[in-house]
């Protein structure tokens, strides 16, 4: 058996892609018509900007081994310390995803995909291995740990998400399964410490329901040089609103602009869909936060 090599080899030449289609998926994420043929290229970049997020679903069911591919990608993605302080829930079972449908925002998605997974913030685990081992390991308490789980549930689940669209899935995150932290906790059984940072829907997207490239805010906006500029880009973020609108447009969405729609998202308590009372709910799920 050969040796596994420790990198993929370099893209030859004549498997080079096409840098105006590459130009061409740079301008549709972000609607910037000075934008130029990028000097590098290659297959993974052009699966990463073509992303987009998907809730028309085939009930195609996938190949065997698909879920442990996915989980392999989401290991491979960066841990604080190693740690690896998450898991995830794969979820199949009908009932089971309409309760989830259900607490989250009654998304119809949820019970059309065939796989839902549910990523979790987990120290329960080395609790669990201190408690084995007759020891402390009272740092799980701080709010630091808890923030060390989230990024890394974050890491694993968009790694899993870019490897899915690089197979030719869709998915969709479902942040709103923290509208009912503690009622989500007991649908899938989650021990105290374990939180579910968001879920995602997997499976093939239906190509009578395609979404489009969702346009991004100009570079300029999000992209600080040495340090932070605290100047609100007034210009560019105009030029955002007018190309956010057209793009609701093309997809027969109602018009508004982004600022509004951003104001709009934390403008209020109820705006939070229950979301207020996180703090209580972490607490209620055995995070001290101290």
Known sequence: MSAVPERAPECAPECAIDHDAAAALLHRRNRNEAVAAPPQWNGTLASILGHRSVRGFLPDAMPEGTLELLIAAAQSASTSSNLQVWSVVAVRDPARKARIADLA????????????????????????????????????????????????????????????E?????????????????????????????????GMAVGYPDPARETGIKPRLPQEVVLH??????????????????????????????????????????????????????????????????
């Open 225 to 290: 040089h040495e340090q932070y500029d605290s100047a609100l880009k007034r210009d560019a973020i105009e030029r955002y609103n007018h190309v956010a609108r057209a793009f609701m447009s093309e997809q027969g969405m109602q018009e508004q602009d982004w600022t509004l729609q951003a104001t709009n998202r934390l403008k209020d308590i109820p705006a939070l869909h229950g979301r207020d009372r996180m703090k209580e709910a972490l607490l209620n799920l055995g995070f001290e936060l101290r």
């Open 166 to 198: 690089s197979i030719g899935l869709g998915a969709v995150y479902v942040g709103a399964v923290r509208n009912h932290p503690e009622k989500i906790a007991a649908a899938l059984n989650l021990p105290p410490h374990v939180f579910a940072v968001f």
């Open 105 to 164: 925002g009654d998304q119809q998605f949820i019970r059309d995909a065939p796989l839902m997974l549910v990523w979790l913030a987990d120290l329960n685990r080395i609790d669990q291995i201190a408690a084995d081992r007759q020891t402390q390991v009272e740092a799980t308490h701080y709010t630091e740990a808890f923030i060390l789980g989230v990024v890394d549930a974050t890491l694993a689940a968009q790694t899993a998400f870019v490897a899915a």
